[in-house]
């Protein structure tokens, strides 16, 4: 196995990890329109299949018992054939099933394709995080959505397959580059939620996630106003500070020296830098500009080539903001 | 039959050669049945990408040698009929005849290696390769063809000012281009190697009209390969 | 290997390495297939249980994220291609098929011996690939991760490949074995119920591996030349990997579940001393599930970006596998009713898989189900959901008949009391491990996480200790069969009474397995086999003297 991935991973620190809020005890709380049509398909099944298994696993016990060997020795003539009984026990799972496969056929077209009209946010999926564009333009890496209106999600993924999971929705769609899949959704109840990538992605998988923040729609405005504009009302190492966490650069990146899958941003700006192919550089603005465009460029000595780019991802006076911040990490 | 002769050309657990004779065969078609599905992936692609781009693969096919396909067509066709008239042959007993027509079948499918790589020679020195190639004309970005081959590709002129999107589809066409005659292309050479053993057999005196199944499995191979390049000749090089 | 046997037999005609590296013997290629699942059984368990180790609770415990990584991908690839696959079809059908026809051998030998070679090469390339770099795709290969990542993917591609051929090799020698090496009198009616198991594991075999093969040809292409059929920033669709990959895995599944059906007919049958019930039926539902395996492998891609109605034809097609599964099972149940039932290993197991096929099939209806499905799909759930089917019940069975087959292949009895009490531990060991999994799905845990939130810590740690003792259990059922070779006592030709034709040969068999040719009747009539306990075994009796009424139909027949 390739040894040079060790030594940073073995290190675990993340971020807080988001709860599913259960209700009850088989599932999380029913947080839109669809989440109550699947637990009801779901129990159904639960009903169905619990008869059978109920009914085989009895008859098995019971026979068992009754016919061992030392209570019938000898088995007594019996018929190893009954056509009535075949047909009989192969037309109701045909019945069962066909009624199985339309209930759960019925609600999922209406779950499939999102009502016209809907609230449109893009969700761009990346390793190992997830980016939202609302429909003014901004862009967060926190997925914050109005209660009661239909919100449709667009989605993409930058570099390998990813998929878009939120319990408390029950819904889940696969983010796969070179085309766009939707899938959407009517909250019900506001709160908080995790999102959670299903579809394995590789090193940090499991820790590539985005908090789901369902307000009410006087909230949700408020919400807009105070996160649309961070350039315009904050200073840029503020700004900087924020777009940090807000584009994800924290999952990969720490503050505090620790290496993550990538090197801490602690004291680099002005240090100089080991790459893998022997070469050497100071940190400077460039440097900054050109890890977060062409990553993979110069990869700093022990660690792998795993960053995606952040082209088109970062207006100019973001990009400008966050390499003003990192100068003030020391 | 009876199985009374045990002799060498029957294998232990057999009760008698005709029943070997059938569970070869039988076997045969079975593999051959494999080998179809073994292609049908790559057709399921060609079928999708196609499906989803009949304009690219109109426009790709062009590259596309119709007359050395046309040519290669031929000498398979030929081929079989060889490989076919040398069952014939073992059948009726005549030695020597399947040798010399075991022979044709060999020197037709190096006919058709040495045209395919013509062909495939022609469409490295022009660029016409899947898009990732280094020497592909058909990367999505222009500035990344090398210079030599914009210099050499005779059709360079022609797609360098098509759309970027189009472009990559027609790599990828290429690519599905020399997957699939590249995999029958294989399926040819094992055919070779295995027309030579038959030879070799022949020669030996392994074949006689009781015992000649190893021929006729080999013929199946032949006309299953063959079968499939009937296919991939219009399917790549007869599109308009 | 067994000092019991004084006469020629097949284990003893013959020593030395070469003798067994290069035989022809079908009954020496099923042990070898054998022996070869057992050591990979242990290779991919003990991966398993450093899985469940490290999930024991959140965070790092024992091994890295990357790590993680390679030992789900690895426990899967090994577990899939070199154990589950082969179990049934390659190491007991190689050993069982050709006696249940009365023959001789399998139709090919020699392509017979190519497979177990390709499958030997095939496992050398999975370690060298996990020795070169690691695999950390996925058993899956899915594209683009797996053309994207830097591990040994070629190498696991090629491993795979080749051990692709050795499946379809093996398909092919069974179908023309059956369709051209039965015996006079053994019309297609006349079978054994795991002939036509293997027949229609066979089909599935030949018709659904290649596909596979190109799809991981393609990769291969991809990864060394870019030919970017699945590369979307050449153009390329990813998804259509995911086609031609489950087109091959969906079948595959049956490959694991068909054949230990197949086991299980042969188990209810003969220790509940009683006629399989509804043979037709069982016979055709193999074959049911052959077809429609075929056309089912959409139930993967429901929330892949494939359109609602081809989802929805999916979904149908699917259900009705759910119909020729529970005909076997009531059939199974029905064979015991009024039957003389004896609980040995092999009975235990078989009993078992009523149980976690019951779970794992059930659970079925909520995968393929469209609305369930969308939640449900790429967590635990379905983890639980597939172990109960390719675990629970094809591991079950294969253990099962390597019970019921066990004095046959070696000519001894193992111990009954400890074969029995460790196949209960690890049943009990496996709900353990696997019913909480279908708790941490529901309730929000995707798979292939090496870290989750505390909230599925309790959970998480039933399943480990659970996954202990199946640990435990296994290797305990390997150590008493182990054992058995040494101490076990001399088995007579037939120790369980059954009336398939295997058990008209000695035990072990001579190297060409019938003396004389064997008498074909009915595979499940067990009425003229009576247990001699001066032979420790079942003898046939003369059907005149049972009932005269046989001969006189017989001689009429002739």
């Known amino acids: 196995m390739n040894l040079s991935f060790l030594p940073y991973l073995l290190t675990a620190t993340q971020q807080e990890r988001p709860e599913t809020t259960l209700d009850g005890f088989l599932f999380p709380v029913q947080g839109s329109e669809a989440a109550a049509q699947h637990d009801h398909v779901f129990m159904i099944l639960m009903y169905v299949a619990g008869f059978f298994f109920l009914l085989i696993n009895a008859a098995t016990v019971y026979f068992s018992i009754k016919y061992r060997k030392s209570k019938s020795p000898e088995p007594p003539k019996s018929s190893s054939h009954n056509n009535t009984l075949e047909i009989v026990w192969t037309i109701i799972p045909t019945v069962l099933v066909a009624w199985l496969f339309y209930i759960g056929m019925d609600g999922y077209v209406q779950r499939r394709y999102a009502p016209e009209g809907s609230y449109e946010i893009k969700v761009t999926g990346q390793k190992w995080s997830w980016n939202f564009t609302y429909p003014n333009g901004i862009q967060h890496n926190e997925l914050h959505a109005p209660m009661g209106e239909n919100v449709r999600l667009i989605m993409d993924s930058r570099d390998v397959i990813h998929s878009v999971w939120i319990p408390e929705f029950r819904i889940k769609m696969d983010v796969v580059p070179g085309r766009y899949t939707e899938t959407w959704f009517n909250a019900t109840r506001a709160g908080e939620y995790p999102l959670k990538c299903a579809e394995y992605c590789g090193t940090e998988h499991s820790s590539m996630y985005a908090k789901v923040v369902i307000h009410d729609r006087p909230e949700f405005d408020q919400w807009m106003l105070e996160n649309g504009n961070l350039l315009a009302d904050l200073s840029p190492v503020e700004a900087g500070e924020k777009l940090f966490s807000i584009k994800s650069c924290v999952a990969c990146h720490s503050t505090n020296g620790t290496p993550l899958v990538g090197p801490s941003m602690k004291n680099m700006f002005g240090s100089e830098r080991k790459f893998t192919d022997g070469t050497t550089a100071v940190a400077d603005e460039n440097y900054i500009r050109e890890s977060l465009l062409e990553p993979n460029a110069k990869v700093v000595e022990g660690f792998a080539p795993v960053m995606t780019t952040f082209q088109g991802l970062l207006k100019a006076e973001e990009m400008d903001a966050i390499i003003e911040y990192l100068k003030t990490v020391q | 039959m009876s199985s009374d002769h045990h002799d060498s050309k029957l294998a232990h657990h057999f009760d008698d050669l005709e029943q070997q004779f059938d569970a070869n065969k039988f076997g045969m078609w079975v593999f051959l049945l494999t080998e179809i599905l073994f292609f049908s992936g790559l057709f399921v692609a060609y079928a999708t990408y196609r499906s989803n781009h009949p304009d690219v693969f109109q426009y790709a096919s062009q590259f596309l040698d119709t007359n050395l396909g046309a040519v290669n067509t031929a000498v398979l066709l030929l081929s079989s009929f060889t490989a076919a008239w040398a069952v014939r042959a073992v059948q009726l007993g005549q030695k020597n005849l399947v040798t010399t027509l075991l022979g044709i079948t060999v020197l037709c499918a190096c006919g058709f290696m040495a045209i395919k790589y013509m062909e495939y020679s022609h469409k490295y020195h022009e660029g016409l390769l899947w898009g990732n190639a280094e020497h592909s004309i058909f990367k999505e970005n222009t500035a990344d063809v090398a210079s030599s081959v914009r210099e050499h590709g005779h059709h360079w002129g022609d797609v360098k000012d098509l759309d970027p999107e189009f472009r990559r589809q027609t790599g990828i066409f290429f690519g599905i281009y020399f997957c699939l005659t590249g995999l029958h292309g294989i399926h040819v050479l094992l055919g070779i190697i295995l027309m030579l053993w038959l030879m070799r057999r022949n020669m030996r005196g392994d074949f006689s009209p009781e015992k000649y199944d190893a021929v006729d499995c080999g013929a199946l191979y032949w006309h299953l390969v063959d079968l499939i390049w009937i296919f991939l000749f219009p399917l790549l090089y007869l599109i308009s | 290997m067994n000092t019991h046997a004084s006469s020629v037999n097949y284990l003893n005609h013959e020593t030395g390495f070469k003798s067994w590296f290069m035989t022809l013997d079908h009954k020496r290629l099923g042990l070898m297939y054998m022996w070869s699942t057992f050591a990979a059984m242990l290779l991919g368990g003990s991966f398993a249980l450093l899985l469940r180790f490290e999930l024991f609770s959140p965070g790092k415990d024992l091994v890295s994220k990357d790590v993680y990584n390679h030992l789900f991908t690895l426990h899967g690839a090994v577990m899939i291609f070199l154990v589950i696959i082969p179990s049934i079809p390659a190491a007991l059908g190689n050993f069982v ?26 496992a050398v390339l999975l370690v060298l690939a996990i020795l070169t770099g690691g695999l950390d795709t996925g058993w899956t290969f899915y594209t683009p991760y797996s053309t994207s990542t830097d591990t040994s993917v070629v190498i696991a591609v090629f491993g795979a490949f080749v051990i692709g051929f050795s499946s379809i090799f093996t398909g092919l020698n069974f179908i023309a074995t059956i369709h051209k090496m039965r015996p006079p009198g053994m019309t297609w009616f006349k079978m054994p119920l795991l002939c036509w198991a293997l027949y229609a594991t066979s089909v599935i075999q030949i018709l659904a591996t290649p596909v596979l093969g190109i799809a991981l040809l393609l990769i291969a292409a991809e990864r060394i030349m870019g030919v970017g059929i699945f590369d979307p920033a050449l153009g390329g669709d990813p998804v259509l990997f995911q086609h031609l990959f489950w087109f091959y ?138 172990h109960f089917v390719m675990v629970g019940s094809a591991l079950f069975s294969y253990l099962g008949g390597v019970h019921h087959w066990w004095p046959k292949m070696f000519g001894v009895m193992y111990d009954e009391a400890k074969g029995r009490f460790w196949t209960i531990v690890s049943f009990l060991g496996f709900n353990l491990t696997f019913l909480p999994q279908f708790l941490m799905g529901t309730r929000g845990m995707p798979r292939r996480y090496f870290d989750y ?106």
């Open chain 3, 97 to 122: 098929l050709p006696l249940m026809l009365g023959a001789k051998d399998v139709a090919f030998p020699k392509i017979n011996r190519l497979s177990y070679h390709l499958y030997l090469i095939g």
């Open chain 3, 249 to 386: 895995s969906h079948p595959a599944v049956y490959v694991m579940i068909l054949p230990a059906m197949g086991v299980l007919s042969e188990l209810f049958s003969t220790y509940s001393r009683k006629h399989i019930f509804g043979y037709s039926f069982i016979a055709y539902s193999s074959i049911a599930i052959a077809i429609v395996s075929f056309i089912v492998w959409g139930h993967h891609l429901y929330v892949s970006g494939q359109s609602a109605l081809v989802s929805i034809i999916f979904s149908a097609l699917t259900y009705t596998v759910a119909i020729p599964s529970a005909i076997k099972v009531f059939n199974w149940v029905a064979t015991m009713y009024k039957g003389s039932i004896s609980f040995t290993t092999g009975m235990v197991s078989a009993m078992s898989v009523i149980w976690l096929f019951g779970i794992g099939g059930l659970t079925g209806l909520w995968m393929a189900n469209l609305s369930t499905d969308m939640h449900l799909h790429d967590t635990y759930f379905v983890v639980s959901h597939f």
């Open chain 3, 453 to 558: 939130h505390p909230q599925y810590e309790y959970l998480n740690k039933i399943s480990t200790i659970g996954a202990a003792m199946i640990g435990l259990a296994v290797f305990m059922i390997f150590w008493n069969l182990w054992r058995s070779l040494k101490t076990g006592k001399k088995a007579s030709p037939n120790p369980w009474g059954a009336a398939t034709l295997e058990w008209q040969c000695a035990s072990p068999p001579t190297p060409h397995n019938f003396d004389e040719a064997p008498a074909v009747g009915d595979p499940y009539d067990m009425s003229l086999i009576q247990f001699k306990s001066d032979e420790e075994g079942y003898l046939p009796i003369n059907p005149c003297e049972h009932d005269p009424l046989i001969c006189k139909v017989e001689s009429t027949e002739a």
